[in-house]
């Protein structure tokens, strides 16, 4: 059995849907997932939307709901429904009663309300089963389980009066289903909105040309605007009914706390506080939780099993493949863990808490004043976990224009993968200031797609954008319970996602690492053919951004990172961690003495003794030198090109010109501000090679306005 759970933005939908599958919340696409609790049912999540009418439902993801619900109709819908915004949120409930198809509808947020709707009356007054939720706890999932075991055939019966200027063109004998509700939608959908094709049924299509023809032509009536207003007055008697007085609880609290988090003028410095101080604690906490644990999987999971290897006298390839290989590999992933745990938390807590939306308005204002669409923004938010869904997500913008513009601003925004590679370079390079240095990139990251926005509607996407309008929920204190659940199922995903990118990758590149340096697969002449290649060809286009001669790996980390950015901190630990012992590591160290009793059954070879203070971290810092050329290092990771997974997105959602212009415009974008970066902090060093660099890299810069100027593509002239 199929059951749709349909609603309005922040109903409450996603929430039921993470309950009841135990489904990460992914709130910007349909999901479908099965329930433990009803084995045989399939509940699908929808976006969002408050109608099914066509001119109500203007953004791309409300449409495509709207339309996924009409061409693939359920076997139950589940209505979920706001309690404390029930007059608006009926509207939909009473398009859906009009379809025919089994529905029960289900309150939410009972507990921020100073009077309970009477779910008994609603229930006697819609025709359909009504179903209060208390909360989202095992106990009320189990309850509504068993609850709509009942209730999955129950049909809708009921149907709405007619207004009276109209009632007499209609049969008394109508029933509800799909021609009922085509006629209903064909009346009170806009002018530019009607088509009798959607009324297949021959008597509906007389009708509805009839009373268009009477009504509009000869009476001179919007019958659109009569059709609403009957329905918003048959929702608003039964909201009088069922809910005499309504009064949100919280609304006093979020109106007060909304008057200091939203001012005009506090409201940055407040939200920029917030964040500081999140990454903050992730860094300082997490850094240091990710050095002990680096220490201890390298032991665990590289030194003794090569070890045990040798006891079993197991050929050199596969002491490679399990050691160099599958155990960097291994070790690298789980060191994610620590920083990406507390920052999901921190970013988790924001979003149930209700300030995330809210950030929303504080970017509008500023986005607005620059030409920039509002609503650009909450898809961007969704960017800062991954910037695939954030694009997909683009969908939910009004207007071409906006949503193009969206998709190409999206991979601006730091991704989860991303602050993995932040999170090592600040505890090595900045253990002082790593909150800092990381909101910085996050906040470098959200200009650079404002600037990229300014240029772009200067130039190729000239028009004014929509203002931001959405729901605000309100305020609420997060169950630590959820809290944590949620950071699981977000970590269990990012570690199935990732690993089975890191971990192959890491088993192949360090077997083969390894293989070299023992001579194998590569012949003398070949490597330095390699090196020469490096030396002469790659690393002068690399010298300007910090990228020493002896750091060759952070030039193939930036290659391999094209394919997902996660694989960037594994080149790195990879090729790093078979360099010569550069520093002792006191992580290993550590390790060391708690795993010594392994001695006692397992024989180390000599070789691997030698290199036990060995650690990728410690090379790392050697070989970038100092903060600049780090620092440099993490701008163009920031910038440059997406992985292949939002490339192929792009291409999905925009087409095949625009995938390229974010590739090259990445790639222009993070080469000029991290070698202009590098020069400029390092211009005590070579202060002419600085000034020449500035003045070439400022003619490249007027060339490329020139550019957008005097030529407009044809992809960019439809918009």
Known sequence: MRVMLVGNPNAGKSTLFHALTQHALINSEAQEAYSPLLPDTQFIDLPGFYSLNSGQTPSLSMQFAAQELLNNPPDLFINVVNVTELEKQLLLTTQLLELGIP??????HQDKCTQACNEGLLSQRLGVPVFALKDYQATQIRALSSWLQSKMTVKPKMILPWPKT???????????????????RYLESADRFRSLDSVTDDLYQKIAHIALIDLETLKALDVELVMMDSRYAFVHQIVQVVMPAQTPKQQSWTRKLDKVLLHRFWGWPIFLMILWAFFSLAIDIGGGLQQTLTGQCEWFF????????????????????????LGTGIATMLSFLPVMGLMNLFLTLL???????????LFERMMRSIGLPGKAFLPLLIGFGCNVPAIMSARMVDGSRERLLTVLLSPFMSCSARLTIYAVFASLFFPQSGGLVVLSLYLLGIVMAILTGLLLRK????????PLMMDLPLYKIPKMKRLLKDVYLRLKLFLIRSGALVVPFCAVL????????????????????????????LHPIFAPLGVSLENWPAAVSLLTGTMAKEIVVATLNTLYGQMPNILQNPAITVAHHHWVFLDQWMVLPASMTEHLTAHSSRALMWAFGGPAAAYSYLLFVLLYIPCISTLAIIRQEVGFFWQWFALIWSLILAYSVASLFYQTATYSLHPLQTISWWGGMTLVWVIIILLFHYWKPKYAKQY
């Open 103 to 108: 529905l029960v509808v289900l309150l939410t």
């Open 166 to 184: 109209i009632a007499h063109y209609f049969p008394e004998d109508l029933q509800v289903g799909q021609s009922l509700f085509a006629l209903r």
């Open 351 to 361: 979003e149930a808490s209700g300030y995330m939306s809210r950030v929303a308005f």
């Open 510 to 537: 360090g077997t083969f690492q390894a293989a070299v340096q023992h001579g194998w697969m590569i012949s003398e002449g070949f490597k330095t053919l390699l090196w020469q290649i490096w030396q002469s060809g």
């Open 459 to 466: 130039f190729w996407l000239t028009g004014q954008s929509a």
């Open 302 to 325: 590289k030194y003794p099993v090569s070890g045990f290897l040798q006891r079993l006298g197991a050929l050199n390839w596969v002491k490679w493949l399990l050691v160099d290989g």
